[in-house]
């Protein structure tokens, strides 16, 4: 076989792996894009065939439109409120499950991933029993430290109802990210932390110095992760808990683009925020990748 024969089935091999992918990815991402795009340009009620060419102008009104703004924050509250509760806490756990040698630390890996076979619409379900103010746990618990039985409404706030939703945002994302953190921890050779006790090194400077350093890219991964699952996916639990409410004080942009596209059958406005939650992934991931910019620490 001669070195042309070689390189050219060589080239039809990758492109057997490269052309379908990039297929499903034109049909699945890249085309639903670019029909939304085409779609925020019109004034349409997404019932019809009759569609008005309005230009700009749903992106005019979306700029001037206070409840986008308020969306806009509670989507980024979200993100910073995940990013530090999730982290913190998965790692921590994941650290005292590899480092102390909890003897139960299977049960309790598979105790913490259980929130992540739970379907979201079921957490909200969940969280919305445990902050009923007639019979929800949070409420019963509070009430055995008063004299009189609690009965606050935790979801009617309209100033601090979106605090409400991150215990179950948190909860339900803890497992996944300390099993990532504890296969990183794990995947460090035992002899750097011996060499680091017998230097006198205690566990607060072990963690800092050596654990962190060489699972930052596992972190910013996790990261990257929460904060787009968040922006485009934080949709399910507002809905379900809140429905964008009170008086629209929860509405997140995936809340506030179903309300107005199948809601208020407002479909190219509808768009017009889709679009938008795109774009702001994008900046948001590329403030971040440049934020948590690191040199590689390579283990030898």
Not at 90 to 114: E, P
């Amino acid at each position: 076989m001669n070195s042309g024969t070689a390189k050219w089935q060589r080239n039809v091999f990758i492109a057997s792996f490269i052309i379908p992918t990039l297929l499903f990815f034109g049909v699945f991402t890249i085309y639903p894009v670019l029909q939304g795009l085409y779609y925020s340009f019109f004034d349409w009620s997404g019932m019809s065939d009759n569609k008005t060419f309005v230009g700009l102008d749903n992106f005019k009104e979306l700029f001037h439109d206070p409840i986008v703004w308020r969306a806009i924050g509670n989507d980024y509250f979200l993100v910073a409120g995940k990013v530090v509760g999730i982290m913190a806490i998965a790692t921590f756990f994941a650290v005292a499950l590899t480092r102390f040698g909890f003897r139960m630390a299977g049960f309790f890996r598979s105790i913490f991933f259980i929130p992540n076979v739970i379907s979201v619409v079921v957490i909200g379900v969940l969280w919305n029993f445990i902050y009923n103010p007639q019979i929800g746990f949070l409420n019963a618990f509070l009430s055995l430290f008063t004299q009189e039985q609690v009965t606050i409404t935790w979801l009617g706030f309209t100033n601090h109802t979106i605090w409400m939703l991150l215990p179950p945002a948190i909860w339900a994302g803890i497992g996944f990210y300390m099993i990532l953190l504890i296969a990183a921890i794990q995947s460090i050779p035992a002899s750097y932390y011996e060499a680091a006790s017998l230097e006198g090194a205690g566990q607060w400077r072990q963690f800092r110095d050596i654990t962190i350093p060489l699972v930052w890219e596992q972190i910013k991964v996790s990261v990257l992760n929460i904060m787009m699952t968040t922006l485009n996916g934080s949709f399910v639990i507002v809905w379900i808990m809140t429905e964008g409410g009170p008086d629209n004080s929860t509405q997140v942009m995936g809340s506030y683009l179903y309300q107005m596209a199948f809601r208020q059958y407002h479909f190219g406005y509808g768009a017009s925020i889709g679009f938008i939650i795109l774009v702001l992934s994008l900046i948001t991931t590329i403030i971040l990748q440049r934020l948590m910019r690191h040199e590689t620490v390579e283990m030898s």
